[in-house]
Nanobody, 121 residues
Framework: QVQLVESGGGLVQAGGSLRLSCGAS????????MGWFRQAPGKEREFVGT????????YYADSVKGRFTISRDSAKNTVYLQMNSLKPEDTAVYYC??????????????WGQGTQVTVSS
């Protein structure tokens, strides 16, 4: 069992940066890949990026590639989503998730409660 708690969301102007954190509890955290997803109002939850259990492999959606970076600190049981050059279309609730990995929501069994990111133009 893994419990996930996101933090770091907020309001930022276009072009700005935010770093989201996802703290995990549970001794099996290090064995899971971690994913970030987001959901904008009226839209389906979509894949943002993922990092392997070792941290050695990352993969991003085309919409955030080159702007967002995922990292993990296993000693702190924390995963980060560094978001740069933010755009108004990045506005959404951001969720972290734990599971075997991949881009599909169904691949992740454990989810956080989400944190709101709002980018003003």
């Amino acid at each position: 069992q893994v419990q996930l708690v996101e933090s770091g969301g907020g309001l930022v102007q276009a072009g700005g940066s935010l770093r989201l954190s996802c703290g995990a509890s549970g001794r099996t955290f290090s064995s899971y890949a971690m994913g970030w997803f987001r959901q904008a109002p009226g839209k389906e939850r979509e894949f943002v990026g993922t990092i392997s259990w070792s941290g050695g492999i990352t993969y991003y959606a085309d919409s955030v590639k080159g702007r967002f970076t995922i990292s993990r600190d296993s000693a702190k049981n924390t995963v980060y989503l560094q978001m740069n050059s933010l755009k108004p279309e990045d506005t959404a609730v951001y969720y972290c998730a734990a599971g075997p990995g991949g881009t599909h929501i169904g691949r992740y069994a454990y989810w956080g409660q989400g944190t709101q990111v709002t980018v003003s133009s």
